[in-house]
């Protein structure tokens, strides 16, 4: 079955950097569209960046320009996610998702994604 599993969450101070990856297995990797989606506490999920299957597209929230950066690897079914400059109000889950498409664009609606890792938790600290 298709896995979604994410890695490289933790604590770190305000400023600092992390690097989310996203290991997938069970679907044919470079036929999807990949995100990174987030939730704080309280808050409803968010899109934050994708990349489209070929990864020539790659959409940003505004949050998060400048700061984070998506890239993919199809030889390695991976999906990353860089981020620098961080602050407390990107502590969330962090989720992975998968959008099974036939064109390079990018959905940044979450419901249109097939697939869901269980989520990774960023804490930054101020």
């Known amino acids: 079955q298709v896995q979604l599993v994410e890695s490289g969450g933790g604590l770190v101070q305000t400023g600092g950097s992390l690097r989310l990856s996203c290991a997938a297995s069970?679907?044919?990797?470079?036929?999807?569209?990949m995100a990174w989606f987030r939730q704080a506490p309280g808050k409803e999920r968010e899109f934050v960046a994708g990349?489209?299957?070929?990864?020539?597209?790659?959409p940003h929230a505004d949050f998060s320009k400048g700061r984070f950066t998506i890239s993919r690897d199809n030889t390695k079914n991976t999906v990353s996610l860089q981020m620098n400059s961080l602050k407390p109000e990107d502590t969330a889950v962090y989720y992975c998702?998968?959008?099974?498409?036939?064109?390079?664009?990018?959905?940044?609606?979450?419901?249109?994604?097939?697939?869901w890792g269980q989520g990774t938790q960023v804490t930054v600290s101020s």
């Open positions: 069970g679907l044919s990797f470079d036929s999807y569209v």
């Open positions: 990349i489209s299957r070929n990864g020539q597209v790659t």
């Open positions: 998702a998968a959008d099974l498409r036939t064109d390079f664009a990018v959905i940044t609606w979450e419901v249109a994604y097939d697939y």
